[in-house]
């Protein structure tokens, strides 16, 4: 073996001779454990180049003590630069995702959207004829503005549909009608009224094509700006009011200062109360302020209460409903009102105080709505204890969950203690994916190890952008069949069915927590520590596997 | 015909096992650059025969024969001396690389475990070859020692992660 090794080296490093790859081939031939090492070594090759090109290779934290290598390289060679040094044989495998990416161009749709995420780097056509100039993969969120309320909201067919709270990107926003209002990262504050459709460009820059617009602009926001055709109305601190209509585009300034830039009259100053109208053929006339049609930030808040009170309302009618469900196993609503007295009072019906949870570290927060709590999970300690007698067959977990960020590993959403028999984790990776296994026998034998369990990982579903928003995540396991099902806010993100030899018919809970992990079952920081960098605000366990309507369902109703 | 729902079945299957394919390509091609080449073939080729993709098929017994076609047809082009191995030897090694690649998400994670467990010092051999790509000579040179050293070194780290992947992944393993 220690032959095949040597030659299998020199093989990979390229200093084979025709010599050595006849024999290599020929222990390959003869030889069963060579060709096991072969397969072994070649699946870790794949798989170190697999982690690299998704950008995890910064799982090795001193590695980038490489850098010093790097540099002392460069510093003798002047000719060994960036292509010697940083990129590792070739082209990334972001070529293959690409081609996936062309298929979608082909007219397919929706889950699609997965394959974007499912890599660190992001794919475009470029990358297919460009592969070499791949940007470096941090996860940084490239958003220009936030989108920070919604009302009776209804997004243009074929357009982004973003959800409150979402970090904006540059590109096209068309809204059929509602309201949204747009916090530009420059601080100014825009409500927008639909229908409207709008370009942001950058931080301090959109080009409106139409729509109802009122702008709030800090000092230091001061130079924000909207295009209108080729007039900029550029705002010097203040509030102003836009309204673009295929005729005509009207602004009126309520407060301050705003100049008007255009090709044909150079620069014009409104001040407050001053209002114009521009036809399209250019001609502008002087009309009065109406600020009443333009919906403030203060009048959006009351709509905004409206909307909220009706959801929340539509919520706490379907949870109570939900708590006589034979198949609930455990059920946190977080709708506990008065003090609460370090515990999370379980909600199924009829009451078993048993189910109780100990709420340790974990601070109480405002929840979906203001009007109801969540718990905010931060430090390492933060947990809920709870403690869920019995044996069940199949499960569905199901939880509204805010994340801040994925610091650990695995991120805790619920584990039982230790990992034994029948038991369930459900975690979600520092790669944004969801993850869920049931452990399907004890320790394997020394002597002839075999798995234990079978853990389904869901495509990425969490990126940065998405910190802070609620959102609702379900995973369901049937435990007849061994399939697995991951669905984020109502939509399947994911389903495999696990090797029949790991299905695990008889499935328990026991002593467990949210968003931590109690009784870890080795020492190592890295593998031990899972507390979850977010909060939730409710939580669900059934026995059974529930359909995909009614996650859908249960995601429709909670929906802040 | 190529029904909306088959194909969006098909492209989630495509885009959920290409990790898996390119362990099976890679393992047989063992070169990275054409190992991507062949995937991305493999990839056109399972494209135009989607309609034989039968969606409530097992899809990666399928896919891994048209890539298996696709690695004999590279080897062919590339001729017999420059490649390890030749027609004879991916069928006979084909079987235990569908295996070892069915289970290449889990062998990823736990390496990510195992290259934890490693020594600073090995961890950055292993970074410096296998993720930076530098070679061997370069590494010797930097780290002041000769290529044989730091071919014994990085043999004995590879065995090393060898074995404690396939202990995570047949022990009692992550959870």
């Given amino acids: 073996m220690e032959e095949f090794e040597s030659l299998f080296f020199d093989w990979e490093s390229g200093s084979l001779d025709e010599d050595g790859l006849a024999r290599l081939r020929q222990l390959l031939r003869s030889n069963e454990e060579a060709r096991s090492y072969f397969v072994q070594q070649q699946m870790i090759g794949a798989a170190l180049r697999l982690d690299f090109d998704a950008g995890l290779e910064s799982l090795t934290p001193e590695a980038s003590s490489g850098e010093t290598l790097t540099t002392r390289t460069d510093s003798k060679d002047e000719r060994t630069t960036v292509s010697a040094t940083q990129q590792p044989s070739g082209p990334s495998i972001v070529r293959l995702w690409a081609v996936a990416a062309g298929m979608l161009i082909c007219g397919l749709t929706a889950r699609m959207v997965y394959l974007e995420n499912s890599n660190a780097r992001v794919v475009t056509e470029s990358t297919v004829s460009q592969p070499e100039t791949e940007t470096p993969r941090e996860a940084t969120s490239d958003g220009i503005a936030l989108l920070t309320r919604t009302v009776d909201i209804r997004w243009a067919d074929g357009t982004r549909t973003p959800q409150t709270g979402d970090a904006l990107t540059p590109g096209k926003l068309a809204i059929d009608e509602g309201y949204a209002q747009i916090e530009f990262f420059c601080g100014a504050t825009v409500v927008v009224e639909g229908p409207a459709e709008l370009d942001l460009k950058s931080s301090t820059l959109a080009r409106v094509h139409r729509g109802k617009f009122r702008a709030q602009v800090p000092p230091a926001a001061r130079g924000f700006s909207l295009e209108v055709d080729d007039m900029t109305v550029v705002d010097l601190g203040t509030e102003f009011g836009l309204d673009v209509s295929p005729g005509a585009t009207n602004v009126q300034v309520f407060d301050g200062e705003v100049e008007l830039r255009s090709n044909l009259h150079s620069k014009q100053l409104l001040t407050a109360g001053d209002a114009i109208e521009r036809t399209n053929a250019g001609a502008i006339k002087t009309t009065s302020t109406t600020p009443d049609d333009f919906v403030d930030i203060a009048g959006l808040e009351t709509r905004v209460g409206g909307e909220r009170q009706a959801r929340l309302l539509r919520w706490q009618t379907w949870s109570k409903r939900l708590r006589r469900d034979p198949r609930l196993i455990a059920y946190y609503s977080f709708d506990q009102s008065g003090v609460w007295q370090r515990k999370l009072l379980s909600s199924v019906e009829p009451a078993d105080r048993e189910l109780d949870g100990a709420i340790v570290g974990a601070a109480r927060v405002d929840g979906r709505w203001q009007e109801k709590s969540a718990l905010e999970f931060k430090r390492p300690g933060d947990r809920v204890r709870v403690n869920v007698p019995g044996e069940y067959g199949s499960l569905t977990f199901a939880c509204w969950v805010k994340i801040d960020s994925l610091d650990r590993w695995y991120n805790s959403l619920f584990l039982t203690d230790a990992y034994n028999q029948g038991e369930p984790h459900w975690q979600i990776l520092d790669t944004g994916q969801l993850f869920f296994s049931v452990r399907h026998k004890a320790d394997s034998d020394k002597k002839n190890p075999t798995p234990t369990h079978q853990p389904v990982l869901s495509p990425v579903f969490w990126k940065p952008s998405m910190s802070g928003r609620w959102m609702h995540l379900a995973t369901t396991y049937d435990a007849g069949s061994g399939l697995i099902r991951h669905y984020l806010d109502g939509e399947q993100l994911h389903e495999e069915s696990i090797d029949p030899a790991l299905v695990v018919n008889t499935t328990r809970i026991g002593a467990a927590s949210i968003g931590n992990w109690s009784i870890p079952t080795r020492p190592d920081e890295r593998f031990a520590i899972r507390n979850l960098n977010g909060s939730f605000d409710e939580f669900a366990i059934f026995s059974a596997a529930l359909t995909a309507d009614e996650i859908q369902e249960m995601y429709a109703n909670g929906k802040p | ?175």
């Fill in chain 2, 1 to 175: 015909m190529k029904d909306s729902g088959n194909t969006e079945s098909f492209v989630r299957q495509l885009t959920e096992n290409q990790p898996r394919l390119y362990g099976y390509v890679y393992s047989l091609i063992g070169d990275h650059n054409k190992a991507s080449d062949v995937l991305l073939e493999t990839n056109l080729t399972l494209w135009r025969k989607l309609d034989q993709f039968e969606h409530d098929k097992p899809f990666l017994p399928w896919a891994f024969s048209i890539a298996r076609f696709q690695v004999m047809a590279s080897i062919r082009d590339q001729g017999r001396d420059r490649m390890l191995l030749d027609p004879e030897l991916v069928d006979l090694l084909s079987g235990e690389v569908e295996r070892g690649a069915e289970r290449l998400e889990n062998v990823r994670l736990s390496l990510r475990e195992c290259l934890q467990s490693l020594a600073p010092k090995n961890r950055q051999l292993i970074e410096h070859r296998y993720f930076r790509g530098l070679p061997i000579g370069k590494i010797a040179e930097t780290a002041e020692r000769s290529v044989s050293a730091i071919k014994t070194s990085i043999m004995r780290i590879r065995r090393e992660l060898a074995k404690c992947v396939e202990r995570k992944l047949e022990g009692p393993s992550i959870s």
